[in-house]
């Protein structure tokens, strides 16, 4: 995986013209628990095999370039407050809903990485106790109940136990490559079962929005992601109102929660701001 990382790295320098002598610094965002101060990742709960993994070191000796690490979803706040937002708000909370969950957090205008640089893991916050396995080897995460991988899950479960939808006709019976894209598609041909598929996770992650809305009462929550990218329609108002209806009374006052703009840019921005920052 690390020779491919490198490999994508040294392609992009190609490509734009550029000898990798030119190149200033790499910034990259790696999912799960990361220590950006050593450079490992510590536990990556969808990549199987990575536990403590010298991520930095690996590539540094592959790139000769300096390289600087964080969380992705903190590189994907990072990019969300610099570009969209300007650096403007004090307070701002990022969550990223694709195959997992993740966040970040900026606390008095500087991303937060708490005591050992593991902050930000919005995804593995417990919300259903008992609930769905989550990949960290918890049960009801806020990943296991709102991310694709926990919508595609019940989707596949309810087909594989008889249930109609429009995806089998769309992808076949196992629906092989199933991507979101494909889910707003058939809501946006009436399926009334990925619609109540797709609604239960926005009011999971309204709940999830709610509790970090409660205890950080930030100025803007901005949602991004893939699926959020391709179902902003069919999930940010239901995400919204769940919100809305799990808070504290008066803790919203203010506060907006707004879909990311950047889309899959976010991570790209907020790695090349990772390495600005480190080189500057």
Request: hydrophobic content about 40%; aromatic content about 4%.
């Amino acid at each position: 995986v690390i020779d491919r990382i490198a490999r994508c790295v040294t392609d992009a320098v190609d490509e734009s013209d550029l000898s990798i002598k030119q190149i200033r610094g790499v910034g990259i965002g790696a999912p799960g628990a990361v220590d950006a101060e050593t450079g490992r990742v510590i536990f990556a709960p969808n990549l199987p095999g990575w536990k403590d993994v010298p991520l930095k070191k690996e590539l540094e000796k592959r790139l000769d370039v300096p390289v600087f690490l964080g969380n992705d979803c903190n590189v994907c706040t990072l990019g969300t407050f610099d570009r969209e937002y300007k650096s403007k708000p004090k307070n701002l909370v990022g969550i990223f809903i694709g195959t997992g969950i993740g966040g970040g957090l900026v606390i008095n205008g500087e991303l937060y990485g708490g005591h050992n640089h593991t902050a930000g893991e919005i995804g593995h916050m417990v919300l259903e106790v008992n609930g769905p396995k989550c990949g960290c080897g918890n049960r009801g995460c806020f990943e296991a109940l709102a991310s694709r991988t926990a919508i595609f899950r019940n989707i596949q479960s309810a087909v594989k136990e008889g249930q109609k939808t429009i995806l089998t006709d769309m992808l076949g019976p196992n629906l092989a490559d199933m991507r979101s894209g494909d889910l707003r598609k058939a809501i946006r041909k009436g399926d009334k079962f990925v619609e109540k598929i797709v609604e239960e996770a926005a009011e999971y992650a309204g709940i999830g929005i709610a509790n970090l809305i409660n205890i950080l009462n930030p100025e803007i929550v901005v949602v991004g992601g893939g699926v959020i990218e391709a179902l902003e329609n069919e999930m940010m108002p239901r995400l919204i109102k769940s919100a809305k209806e799990h808070v504290m009374p008066g803790t919203m006052s203010g506060i907006e929660i707004e879909a990311s703009k950047l889309g899959d840019h976010a991570g790209i921005t907020g790695a090349a701001v990772l390495a600005r920052q480190g080189t500057s």
